[in-house]
């Protein structure tokens, strides 16, 4: 006997949620925000919307399905079964932190705060919930299959990221690394920046774009479905012992960049989610390029 769909709703603390754990009493955030200026009802009301929608979504979980929520920092450890429906209540970027801990489950993104989020991954409303979620196991239904970018170290450690994966110092260090491509003929540089990032169509529309506007950059960006990647050198620093040749160009898969760290320690994180990291030292080579895996994100 088969088990019934779960639905997992992830969401995250609102910023009045915080305030509130920071300050102690509702009274005391207030007074903390007053003194700077701010109206805390502007947070709060922001919460309540949250609130409502979280809630909302729930109550239209079919009856005979199971559901369990998850709260975002709580992400890299909570496992994700085959026959889940996962259910993303918030902004755009908490689809992109939990895509990495998916394997091909079916993404329904909702809005909390419509006109205040985008809305290019949670393109729905609470109130369409009660349709959404069976339909999301129904076959025939619209899906988008975004292109993700992972990194894979030497030693086996792997990374997935839906937007972007950035490799650098944990701090305001300077990065220092040897940069290649695959079929370049082998040919490296040594480069010391502030980091390298690599992003997918999806993070186009972010970080990825921001820095290709500052670039005035002549590469087209590439739509969320194409199996092709964006990548820069973020202030790269000439010297003697360090080149600037190769600060930026796309990647097709199969090709990947690689980087051999030259430098006590770097990171490479994605999405934002800092916590979840691979730590590399010297010597080490890392691979970033198309992941074959793909976010399943409902229409």
């Given at each position: 006997?088969?088990?019934?769909?779960?639905?997992?709703?992830?969401?995250?603390?609102?910023?009045?949620?915080?305030?509130?754990?920071r300050h102690g009493t509702h009274g005391q955030a207030a007074f903390f925000l007053s003194s700077r200026g701010?109206?805390?009802?502007?947070?709060?009301?922001?919460h309540r919307r949250a609130r409502r929608a979280l809630a909302e979504v729930a109550s239209a979980?079919?009856?005979?399905?199971?559901?369990?929520?998850?709260?975002r920092s709580d992400l890299d450890r909570f496992l994700f079964a085959p026959e889940?429906?996962?259910?993303?209540?918030g902004q755009d970027g908490l689809v992109a932190n939990a895509a990495k801990y998916l394997a091909g489950q079916p993404v329904v993104g909702i809005d909390t705060d419509p006109g205040r989020n985008p809305g290019v991954l949670v393109r729905h409303r609470a109130s369409d919930a009660a349709?959404?979620?069976?339909s999301a196991l129904t076959a025939g239904t619209a899906v988008d299959e975004l292109t993700m970018v992972e990194a894979v170290a030497d030693d086996t450690q792997r990374l997935v990221a839906l937007n972007e994966i950035y490799l650098g110092a944990a701090g305001h260090q300077t990065a220092r690394?040897?940069?290649?491509?695959?079929?370049?003929?082998?040919?490296?540089?040594?480069?010391a920046s502030s980091g390298v990032?690599?992003?997918?169509?999806?993070?186009?529309?972010?970080?990825?774009k921001s820095v290709w506007q500052e670039r005035s950059s002549a590469l087209p960006l590439p739509a969320p479905t194409e199996d092709r990647l964006l990548w820069f050198v973020r202030e790269a620093w000439p010297s003697p012992a360090t080149g600037t040749s190769r600060v930026a160009g796309d990647l097709t898969a199969p090709a990947s960049l690689v980087l051999t760290v030259e430098s006590e320690r770097l990171i490479a994180f994605g999405d934002g989610m800092e916590r979840d990291a691979l730590e590399l030292?010297?010597?080490?080579?890392?691979?970033?390029?198309?992941?074959?895996?793909?976010?399943?994100?409902?229409?």
């Amino acid at each position: 006997m088969s088990l019934a769909p779960r639905i997992v709703l992830v969401h995250r603390t609102t910023d009045y949620e915080e305030l509130v754990a920071r300050h102690g009493t509702h009274g005391q955030a207030a007074f903390f925000l007053s003194s700077r200026g701010r109206d805390i009802e502007e947070v709060a009301e922001r919460h309540r919307r949250a609130r409502r929608a979280l809630a909302e979504v729930a109550s239209a979980v079919p009856l005979t399905w199971r559901q369990t929520r998850v709260e975002r920092s709580d992400l890299d450890r909570f496992l994700f079964a085959p026959e889940d429906v996962v259910v993303v209540v918030g902004q755009d970027g908490l689809v992109a932190n939990a895509a990495k801990y998916l394997a091909g489950q079916p993404v329904v993104g909702i809005d909390t705060d419509p006109g205040r989020n985008p809305g290019v991954l949670v393109r729905h409303r609470a109130s369409d919930a009660a349709v959404l979620l069976p339909s999301a196991l129904t076959a025939g239904t619209a899906v988008d299959e975004l292109t993700m970018v992972e990194a894979v170290a030497d030693d086996t450690q792997r990374l997935v990221a839906l937007n972007e994966i950035y490799l650098g110092a944990a701090g305001h260090q300077t990065a220092r690394y040897r940069l290649g491509l695959d079929g370049d003929g082998g040919a490296v540089e040594a480069q010391a920046s502030s980091g390298v990032l690599v992003g997918t169509g999806t993070g186009a529309t972010g970080w990825i774009k921001s820095v290709w506007q500052e670039r005035s950059s002549a590469l087209p960006l590439p739509a969320p479905t194409e199996d092709r990647l964006l990548w820069f050198v973020r202030e790269a620093w000439p010297s003697p012992a360090t080149g600037t040749s190769r600060v930026a160009g796309d990647l097709t898969a199969p090709a990947s960049l690689v980087l051999t760290v030259e430098s006590e320690r770097l990171i490479a994180f994605g999405d934002g989610m800092e916590r979840d990291a691979l730590e590399l030292t010297w010597g080490q080579t890392v691979r970033v390029g198309v992941c074959a895996q793909r976010l399943r994100l409902v229409g």
